[in-house]
């Protein structure tokens, strides 16, 4: 099995507090209960969910890209923050508002459509 390392492009603010964490967890190494309790656990999400949430993600990218705009005019075009565009196309942002895909896919001159279907 061959294993993908992605360079993080932490700041040295950033890889600081991700350090305080780790070593805070292995010293105090909580129980589950514990864990939910301080609020640094959110439940992992079904793959179906983590499928869906890729699937609009590329398609957003798709979109913004078709339309030959860059992050920067999509977040002028819609007065969204450049890096939360970024993160909703690399589907590292799992909790956004319908409104926000709506001002997205109006940036690309389209709509965002929601469908109810069967499960699969």
Not at 24 to 32: A, D
Request: charged residues 30%.
């Amino acid at each position: 099995m061959t294993h993908i390392h992605r360079k993080s492009e932490h700041s040295p603010e950033e890889k600081a507090r991700l350090q305080a964490i780790r070593d805070h967890f292995q010293t105090t190494r909580p129980s589950l209960d514990e864990l939910v309790a301080s609020g640094e656990y959110s439940a992992p999400m079904k793959h179906g969910v983590t499928l869906d949430i890729m699937h609009i993600a590329s398609l957003l990218k798709q979109a913004r890209e078709e339309a030959h705009l860059s992050l920067a005019d999509v977040a002028e075009r819609c007065g969204l923050d450049r890096s939360a565009i970024s993160r909703l196309e690399n589907g590292l942002y799992e909790n956004t508002t319908l409104n926000t895909l709506n001002r997205l896919a109006g940036a690309y001159g389209k709509r965002f459509l929601v469908q109810l279907v069967d499960e699969r």
